[in-house]
């Protein structure tokens, strides 16, 4: 079992910045990714971002050059540093990790409510 708690959302202007963070505790061995993925109102949870144990990294089209994803495995911690957000990135973000190759499968957390308004 893997427990992941997210924190680091809220409400931000447009064109402003903010840092999430998932937190993993339980058995973490074999996690091969861990990522984020989001989910707005009436649209379905798509990827943002995820990392490989081995430190490769996806992005979607929609948020790369603006979003970074990184890890801290000394604290079992993925972050994902979120710059020059837009409206249409508000959504309830999710952290994920997973075992497999396959995208979408694992554990998740109760996600994080990212609001970008002015």
């Known amino acids: 079992q893997v427990q992941l708690v997210e924190s680091g959302g809220g409400l931000v202007q447009p064109g402003g910045s903010l840092r999430l963070s998932c937190a993993a505790s339980?058995?973490?061995?074999?996690?091969?990714?861990m990522g984020w993925y989001r989910q707005a109102p009436g649209k379905q949870r798509e990827l943002v971002a995820d990392?490989?144990?081995?430190?490769?990294?996806n992005y979607a089209d929609s948020v790369k050059g603006r979003f970074t994803i990184s890890r801290d495995n000394a604290r079992n911690t993925v972050y994902l540093q979120m710059n020059s957000l837009k409206p249409e990135d508000t959504a309830v973000y999710y952290c994920?990790?997973?075992?497999?190759?396959?995208?979408?499968?694992?554990?998740w957390g109760q996600g994080t409510q990212v609001t970008v308004s002015s």
């Open positions: 994920n990790a997973r075992r497999v190759v396959a995208i979408g499968t694992g554990y």
């Open positions: 339980g058995s973490m061995f074999s996690i091969y990714a």
């Open positions: 990392i490989t144990s081995g430190g490769s990294t």
